[in-house]
Structures are given as structure tokens and as C-alpha cells.
């Protein structure tokens, strides 16, 4: 069985991109949840065995706010980013990715 795989990522290029190289790879690929709050949702619904998660999200809540709920619930995530400083990447180690 391949593991279930949630991308949350804001730009659809870049998601649909890491759809296609998961897919092929063998990986089902849940859904592309786009805000915090899509992802919560889909999470809710069907729980994935890892997400891939964008720091930077539209919105007020950003990929570290959702990397604690993802913490709480016990669901793995791994960061996804093009723009990191060093205060972004320490508030992002606290959530142990």
C-alpha cells in the first residue's frame, strides 16, 4: 500500500509540480490544500501519513501555525520552502519537523 501524502502549498504550479513527481514515484497524492484552513479540513476528513508543507501561507495562518496542530494530532509534516531567514527557520524548528 502506498502512503497518503497531503501537499499544502498556496501556489498551484508549484503543488501540481510535486503532485506529478509524488505520483509517479507511487505516492498517493490526498489532495493540495492551499490556506490553513483547507488543510485542516482535509486532514480531518482523511488523515494523511505525511504532509508537505509550505512555511509561507496566504493568509494569517501560516505553515508553522498548522505544523503545532499537525503536532498535537501526530501527523509527520516536512517543511517546503524558497524564502527562509534565520528567525523563520528558528520558529520553525520548534515545531520538530
Not at 32 to 45: E, K, N
Not at 77 to 84: D, E, K, P, T
Request: charged share 20%; proline share 4%; hydrophobic share 45%.
Amino acid at each position: 500500500m502506498s502512503k497518503s501524502i497531503l501537499i499544502v502549498e498556496d501556489e498551484l504550479v508549484v503543488a501540481n509540480d510535486i503532485r506529478l513527481t509524488l505520483e509517479r514515484a507511487g505516492y498517493t497524492v490526498l489532495g493540495i490544500a492551499r490556506s490553513y484552513h483547507s488543510a485542516m479540513d482535509m486532514v480531518s476528513l482523511t488523515p494523511p501519513d505525511l504532509i508537505l508543507l509550505d512555511i509561507f501561507l496566504k493568509g494569517d495562518l501560516t505553515g508553522i501555525d498548522l505544523a503545532a496542530q499537525l503536532n498535537k494530532k501526530d501527523i509527520p509534516f516536512v517543511y517546503l520552502s524558497a524564502n527562509c531567514n534565520a528567525s523563520v527557520l528558528e520558529m520553525a524548528k520548534v515545531t520538530q519537523p
